[in-house]
């Protein structure tokens, strides 16, 4: 779980989709890099996984 801590108020922040602190309710000023392609592609990889897990689902259910 990648924390974050809030540029204003220094409070880690553990919510990865969040643009405002929780605390102080400035903006978190997220860094463009490697914080910006974890948050952009995770959608992906979980509709991956998601998809991965029904068709082993359904193979399973075949093969009985
Ligand atoms: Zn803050």
Redo the contacts with the bound molecule.
């Keep these: 779980m990648p924390d974050y801590l809030?540029p204003?108020?220094?409070?880690p922040i553990y919510d990865d989709e969040a643009t405002l602190?929780l605390?102080?309710?400035?903006s978190l000023e997220r860094p463009s890099g490697f914080m910006g392609n974890i948050k952009y592609s995770r959608p992906k990889i979980i509709a991956a996984v998601i998809a991965l897990i029904v068709i082993l689902t359904f193979l399973l259910l075949m093969l009985r």
């Design positions: 809030c204003h108020c220094k409070k602190c605390y102080c309710g400035e």
